[in-house]
């Protein structure tokens, strides 16, 4: 069966989504084949990002990049997006081509609401926090759910409740 393509998006492309395209590369890319994306990306990933993903074996994604990437001619058309926080679900998103399943995941954004001497254990904390997200979804028998059960199922996932 062929990969699915996954979209992660969060609005600067710099923590939750390249974290959530790096894990799902690693560890389910016999059945998914994910990128990340935001609608105002920065230039590059956040220390913290690469530092985490390093300290759990998986190899940093590629630099930070718009969602209009994923527009043009020739990108690959997404089976599934995935918006990671309230500020990227709350923008006008565009029409994604192939009418992917889209839902909403929203994951507190380890950089802002922590004092400095936490900010490492919350990047981690959000790194098995999206983790258990994507177990979630690679669980479910896709090829055996009709496209709106499937929809039901992924907008659950996201209804896990919040890091705190």
């Known amino acids: 069966?062929?990969?699915?393509?996954?979209?992660?998006?969060?609005?600067?492309n710099a923590i939750r989504s390249p974290i959530a395209e790096a894990i799902m590369n690693?560890?389910?890319?016999d059945r998914f084949i994910a990128y990340s994306a935001g609608s105002n990306a920065l230039s590059e990933l956040h220390p913290l990002t690469i530092a985490?993903?390093?300290h759990f074996g998986?190899?940093?994604?590629?630099?930070?990049?718009?969602?209009?990437?994923?527009?043009l001619a020739g990108a690959p058309e997404m089976g599934f997006i995935f918006t990671l926080d309230d500020c990227a679900t709350n923008e006008v998103c565009p029409?994604?081509?192939?009418?992917?399943?889209i839902a909403h995941w929203n994951v507190e954004d380890p950089s802002l609401r922590y004092q400095e001497a936490d900010r490492r254990k919350a990047f981690h904390d959000v790194f098995?926090?999206?983790?258990?997200?994507?177990?979630?979804?690679?669980?479910?028998?896709?090829?055996?759910?009709a496209h709106l059960a499937l929809q039901?199922?992924?907008?659950?996932?996201?209804?896990c409740t919040p890091l705190r």
């Open 1 to 12: 069966m062929k990969p699915y393509s996954v979209l992660f998006i969060c609005t600067d």
């Open 95 to 101: 029409t994604w081509p192939g009418g992917p399943l």
């Open 58 to 71: 998986l190899t940093p994604p590629s630099p930070p990049k718009s969602w209009n990437t994923f527009l």
């Open 26 to 29: 690693h560890f389910f890319a």
């Open 128 to 145: 098995l926090f999206i983790k258990h997200r994507i177990d979630l979804l690679a669980a479910l028998p896709m090829e055996k759910l």
């Open 52 to 54: 985490t993903l390093q």
């Open 152 to 159: 039901h199922h992924v907008q659950q996932i996201g209804q």
